[in-house]
């Protein structure tokens, strides 16, 4: 299943539209999920990186080679850009109220939103979810949200053992 993030001016939320073959699922990011959302993913991607956890004082440094790694690969080593796009219509607004993201054994992760009666769940390879943190990143900045959210990789890896939950 594809999907795509769009930023709605008029309604300050940011839209993830995920079209199936027989429906179309669109749920609204408010700022403060969108904030949770990206600590979250940040968690997750340090709680499973296996180079991360075995030299945590050098964490945040594999963190982010990895994540470098991950934006120029995709891009063909041209940088990503964000790309202004709409929603193909006006669908119904669903906040998205819980958003659980869980690190697979075979190196994946899996992101479940509820909004209301909807459930959306996404399975991603770990460098599908640094662009995913890049563009949802790139979208509150483009909102000038100003979120302050301190340095994705900062904190060591080893922490706590849970998986990330965000409930508005």
């Not at 930023?7 to 179309?24: C, G, K, M, N």
Request: zero cysteines; aromatic letters at 4%.
């Amino acid at each position: 299943m594809g999907f795509s993030f769009h930023y709605s001016e008029s309604e300050d939320r940011i839209a993830l539209h995920a079209p199936t073959e027989d429906d179309e699922t669109v749920v609204w990011l408010t700022r403060r999920m969108t904030a949770g959302l990206l600590v979250a993913l940040a968690t997750l991607l340090a709680r499973s990186n296996p180079n991360a956890l075995r030299a945590p004082e050098h964490a945040a440094e594999i963190l982010g080679f990895e994540h470098q790694n991950a934006l120029v690969v995709a891009s063909g080593g041209q940088g990503l850009r964000l790309q202004a796009s709409s929603l193909p219509r006006k669908l119904p607004a669903r906040l998205v109220e819980h958003i659980e993201l869980t690190a697979l054994t075979n190196g994946r992760g899996r992101i479940a939103l509820r909004a209301g009666d909807s459930r959306l769940s996404l399975e991603l390879p770990r460098e599908n979810l640094h662009l995913l943190y890049d563009q949802v990143i790139g979208l509150a900045k483009h909102a000038h949200w100003n979120l302050e959210l301190g340095e994705p990789w900062a904190a060591s890896p080893a922490t706590a053992d849970s998986e990330p939950r965000i409930t508005h």
